[in-house]
């Protein structure tokens, strides 16, 4: 099973709420960067294991030839593994199988790699067993184990309110051709939070505010890149690039090399550029590979997908 990462065209943060969890407004699209999950039936009651190797996607810069292994990892300390655990719980049938987990999606950019992991679990197993869940439990399931989890259980442009669980689905977004650019760092999300959550404070924040008034383009049209790319939004940037002023310069950067528009993916640390065609984006790829290999940047050639189905890999 394939599970897909996300970008964030857009992410306002509205305000924060009594439970300590902040009122955010997304716009949300899966792109064409995978992370693997292979799901042995074990024939021993041993429970549930897992091991996690980590891969490189095609195309990615620079290139690592080194060998993978796969390292044991205790499930509990995996948004995978605690997935296949509630859904045993839910359904009150033990898990009994190995996963193997083939990393390509990054930690810590914004990218959702760990959340996919987790909703493509729900998703596959309940369809395995032939939907013993309803769609409100899943959902409820997904949302204990991440506020972006209930994205991923049937990934495809939305627009997200509340903590992230409200979804509309957003008809008629065009494929988009990206550059996503990683640095050598990660940023956690609470980090990104605490410091998004300190200005929410300020005088006058309140009228900074960027909230869309209904949906980013209207039922029925297809807007184009240049269009979405001049409407890109992420209230983190105020405060992170200030923090992390190399999340600034890659920005810059994928703007001089020809990117309509760009921003930071979620709380980061990844960035993105929405490029014209393939054809202007492999050649921002050639472009800025030499700089990424010096300061260490990963650089993923990619797109967004229209939708993402989970199929089995047994």
């Not at 259980?153 to 939305?158: C, D, F």
């Amino acid at each position: 099973m394939d599970t897909p990462a996300k970008i964030t065209l857009h992410l306002e943060i509205l305000g924060r709420l009594e439970n300590g969890y902040h009122e955010v407004e997304l716009v949300l699209a899966p792109v064409s960067i995978f992370d693997s999950i292979f799901l042995l039936q074990k024939q021993d009651p041993s429970g549930l294991s897992l091991e996690i190797e980590q891969a490189q996607p095609s195309r990615a810069l620079p290139e690592n030839r080194a060998p993978q292994i796969a390292v044991p990892q205790n499930p509990e300390q995996n948004l995978a593994g605690r997935a296949a655990r509630a859904y045993g719980s839910a359904v009150g049938a033990p898990i009994n199988m190995h996963l193997r987990l083939r990393k390509r999606i990054p930690a810590g950019a914004g990218l959702g790699g760990g959340s996919g992991n987790a909703g493509g679990m729900l998703t596959l197993l309940n369809r395995r067993d032939g939907h013993p869940l309803s769609p409100g439990r899943v959902k409820a399931l997904a949302l204990e184990l991440g506020a972006d989890v209930p994205f991923f259980l049937n990934p495809r442009p939305v627009l997200a309110r509340g903590i992230g669980e409200k979804l509309l689905p957003l008809d008629g977004l065009p494929r988009l051709e990206l550059l996503v650019a990683m640095p050598g760092f990660s940023i956690s999300t609470a980090e990104a939070y605490g410091l998004a959550g300190e200005n929410l404070d300020r005088p006058g924040a309140a009228s900074s505010r960027r909230p869309m008034a209904q949906r980013p383009w209207p039922p029925g049209t297809a807007p184009r890149p240049e269009q979405l790319a001049g409407t890109l939004f992420n209230r983190f940037e105020a405060v992170l690039f200030p923090r992390h002023p190399e999340l600034g310069a890659i920005k810059e950067r994928l703007l001089a090399a020809g990117a309509l528009g760009a921003s930071l993916s979620g709380s980061g640390s990844a960035l993105f550029g929405i490029f014209r065609d393939a054809q202007a984006r492999d050649g921002a790829l050639a472009t800025l590979a030499p700089e990424a290999a010096r300061r260490q940047w990963t650089l993923f050639p990619c797109h967004t997908l229209s939708r993402h189905r989970y199929d089995l890999i047994f």
